[in-house]
C-alpha cells in the first residue's frame, strides 16, 4: 500500500470510531491485503487518535472470540491510554460507556505488565524468555467494539486494521498470588453480571494458556511492529465466552486467588 492509502484508510476508521457509526468495509483502493498491511493502519489510526498506547490486546485467542468476529487465529491491537482504565483504590466497579457500542459484550482476561522490553529481533522469542520480561499479572475485563456494519465477515487485515476491535479496556490490581506458580492454563476464572454467574472458564480458552498466546504477541509484534516496551499491558484474551450486556448492568470477574475486577456499564 502507498503511504496516502495507509492514511486514507486510518482516517476513514477514526471518523468512523469518533461519529459512532459503522462503515461495511474500507473502499478497495485502500483495503488491507494482509496483515502488514492491517498493521500499517492500525499504527496509524493510533497516531491519528493523539493518545499514547499503554500496551497491546490479544483478539481471537479463544474460539468462541475468533467465530465472534469471524477469524482463524488471534490478532493484535493497541490499548489506547484514554481508553485504559484502572481499578480504584476500593475496587468498586468502573463505569463505562457502551455509548455507540455495537458488539456489546464483555470478556475476562488475564494481563500482563512488562518490567523488560522484548524489541524487534530476527529469531523468535522463547516462553521462558517472555515471561522473565513479564513484571506482574493482572485480572482484567476488556469491552471490545467494531466500525464495521459486519464484522464478522471483513476478515483478519481489515479487523487488524480496525484495532483488532478495541474498544475499553479495565486493567485490576497487580496480584499478590505467586502467579508464576499458578498453572494459568487450568486456573478457573467466572463472570457474574448483576450478581448471577454468567459464564465460567479458565485459561486454556487462551490459546491454550495465557503464557502461549503472551508469547504469541511478542512474536506478532517482533514480525510487524517494534516488539514490546517496557511498561506495556498486554491483555491476553478472554478466558470464558463473551457475555451480554447493556446499560445499567453490573459485571465482576472473579479470578480467584488472582483477583478480581468488576465494571458497572453506563
Not at 256 to 264: D, N
Request: charged share 20%; with cysteine.
Amino acid at each position: 500500500m502507498k503511504p496516502s492509502d495507509i492514511q486514507s484508510a486510518a482516517a476513514i476508521l477514526w471518523q468512523s470510531w469518533g461519529d459512532a457509526v459503522c462503515i461495511n468495509e474500507l473502499p478497495a483502493v485502500c483495503r488491507p491485503a494482509d496483515r502488514a498491511e492491517g498493521y500499517a493502519i492500525q499504527a496509524e489510526l493510533a497516531r491519528l487518535s493523539g493518545q499514547a498506547v499503554a500496551g497491546w490486546k490479544i483478539a481471537a485467542t479463544s474460539l468462541a472470540g475468533q467465530a465472534h468476529i469471524g477469524v482463524d487465529g488471534p490478532l493484535a491491537g493497541r490499548l489506547l491510554a484514554n481508553r485504559t482504565l484502572h481499578a480504584t483504590e476500593t475496587n468498586a466497579p468502573i463505569a463505562v460507556s457502551l455509548q455507540g457500542n455495537r458488539m456489546r459484550v464483555a470478556e475476562a482476561e488475564f494481563a500482563f505488565r512488562f518490567g523488560r522490553a522484548l524489541p524487534k529481533r530476527p529469531e523468535e522469542y522463547r516462553l521462558d524468555e517472555v515471561l522473565s520480561a513479564v513484571a506482574t499479572l493482572h485480572p482484567a475485563i476488556e469491552i471490545p467494539d467494531s466500525r464495521y456494519e459486519d464484522f464478522v465477515r471483513v476478515g483478519a487485515p481489515q479487523l487488524i486494521a480496525d484495532n483488532a476491535c478495541a474498544c475499553w479496556f479495565v486493567l485490576g490490581h497487580a496480584t499478590t498470588a505467586d502467579w508464576r506458580h499458578i498453572n494459568l492454563a487450568e486456573h478457573a476464572v467466572t463472570a457474574y453480571c448483576n450478581g448471577s454467574e454468567a459464564a465460567t472458564g479458565s485459561g486454556t480458552n487462551v490459546l491454550g494458556d495465557p503464557r502461549w498466546a503472551l508469547t504469541w504477541i511478542a512474536n506478532e509484534l517482533s514480525r510487524y511492529g517494534d516488539g514490546l516496551r517496557v511498561g506495556d499491558i498486554v491483555t491476553t484474551g478472554t478466558c470464558i465466552k463473551p457475555v451480554a450486556i447493556t446499560e445499567g448492568d453490573q459485571l465482576r470477574a472473579d479470578f480467584g486467588v488472582v483477583g478480581e475486577i468488576a465494571v458497572a456499564c453506563v
